[in-house]
């Protein structure tokens, strides 16, 4: 070794040092997975969590735009009749007949 002395405490204290940082790193490294792993099983049941609830929302929605629909043909079919009397009122006034009251249109 060219004249070059080394002693056996500083290549043993070496030695474990590169065993102790291996061992901390592959520690790190079984954290990291199992955390992946509680993630991404996390994350499956949340994206299962969110589509019953967009599930539920669009069923929701289905059932609000029915009730929607039936109002809107009760209010046209409400307006027709009403559409019906105020035309029926107008040919009465265009023919100048009185009402049985005390009012006249003339």
Known sequence: MNGMKFNAALIFAVLLQAIGLVW???KIDSKVNI???KYAEDS???VV???VRMKLDIENLLKD???IKTEL???NNKDKKIMKQHNQIFKLL???KKVDSNYSYE
């Open 35 to 37: 955390l992946y792993e």
């Open 49 to 51: 969590e969110n589509q």
């Open 65 to 67: 735009v029915n009730d």
């Open 24 to 26: 901390y790193v592959s």
């Open 94 to 96: 265009k023919k100048k």
């Open 44 to 46: 499956k049941t949340e």
């Open 73 to 75: 043909k009760k209010a």
